[in-house]
C-alpha cells in the first residue's frame, strides 16, 4: 500500500511556535451606589466594582449600602473600596461590614498604610509629569496595581478629565514586567478603545463618563463602554 504522504490534515503549523496572547482590559465600574446598576454591570461582564467610601465625594455611600451591594457582587467579581487618607480603622471596619476585596487608596498615604491593610491595596496616583509618576510609582512596589489618574487640584478622582498620553508609564506596565497599571480619567464609550489601544493598560477604571448623574450610572453608556474595551482587545 502507498504511504499516505499528505500531511494537510496535521496540524503543523503551531509545532515549536509560541501561543499568541490575546488581550483582555480588565474594567471596574466605579462610584456605584445603586444595587440594581451594580447588578446591571455585573450581567455585562465587569470585573470590579467600585465604592467610594470619602466623605467629600458627590457619589460617597455608607457602609450599610456597601453592604447591600457586597450581596449583589458574585464570585469572582472584586468589590473595591476607595478611600481618601482614611483611618485605618474605618478601613478595616468597611472591610469587615462590606467584605472589600480590595482597598484603593487614592489620599497621601505611604506603602507601609497599604502593607499594614488587611486587604491587599491599589494605589491611585494623581498625574502631574512624567518624573513625577515614575517616582510615585516606584513608591508603592507592593501594591497589587497602580492607578493613573489626571492631576486636578482639590479633587481625588471622578473629574471626567483625561489623563494626557504622555503622562503614561509604558516602561513601568506589566507587559515590560513591570506592574499592573490601571488607566483612569474622563474614560467614556467615545474614547475607550482608542486609549487601549495607545496605552495597553491592564485593567480601566471608569466612573464619571458612563453616568446621568453623579453616582447613578447610565446603562445603555455601561454596556457600550464594555463593547468598546472588548472590540479593542479584539483588534489586538
Not at 450581567?43 to 467600585?50: M, Q
Not at 495607545?198 to 445603555?220: C, F, H, T
Amino acid at each position: 500500500m502507498q504511504q499516505n504522504t499528505n500531511t494537510s490534515n496535521t496540524n503543523t503549523a503551531s509545532i515549536g511556535m509560541p501561543e499568541q496572547r490575546v488581550r483582555r482590559t480588565r474594567i471596574k465600574v466605579c462610584g456605584m451606589t445603586r444595587v440594581d446598576d451594580v447588578q446591571h454591570a455585573v450581567t455585562r461582564g465587569v470585573d470590579a466594582i467600585g465604592m467610594i467610601l470619602h466623605a467629600n465625594s458627590p457619589r460617597t455611600i455608607s457602609l450599610d449600602q456597601a453592604a447591600l451591594i457586597r450581596q449583589a457582587v458574585p464570585a469572582f467579581v472584586s468589590l473595591v473600596g476607595v478611600f481618601v487618607d482614611a483611618d485605618r480603622r474605618f478601613v478595616e471596619q468597611a472591610i469587615d461590614q462590606a467584605g472589600i476585596d480590595l482597598v484603593q487608596l487614592h489620599g497621601d498615604e505611604t506603602e507601609q498604610q497599604g502593607q499594614d491593610l488587611s486587604r491587599p491595596y491599589i494605589k491611585a496616583i494623581r498625574a502631574k509629569s512624567a518624573e513625577q509618576v515614575n517616582h510615585d510609582c516606584s513608591l508603592f512596589p507592593s501594591a497589587q496595581a497602580i492607578l493613573l489618574d489626571p492631576y486636578v487640584a482639590g479633587q481625588h478622582g471622578g473629574t471626567g478629565q483625561e489623563l494626557s498620553l504622555d503622562l503614561w508609564p509604558k516602561e513601568r506596565s506589566s507587559n515590560n514586567g513591570g506592574q499592573s497599571l490601571i488607566l483612569a480619567g474622563g474614560l467614556s464609550p467615545e474614547n475607550v478603545a482608542d486609549r487601549i489601544t495607545a496605552l495597553a493598560p491592564y485593567a480601566v477604571d471608569m466612573n464619571s463618563g458612563l453616568e446621568r448623574s453623579p453616582g447613578v450610572k447610565d446603562r445603555a453608556l455601561v454596556e457600550l463602554a464594555i463593547n468598546e474595551v472588548q472590540r479593542a482587545d479584539s483588534n489586538g
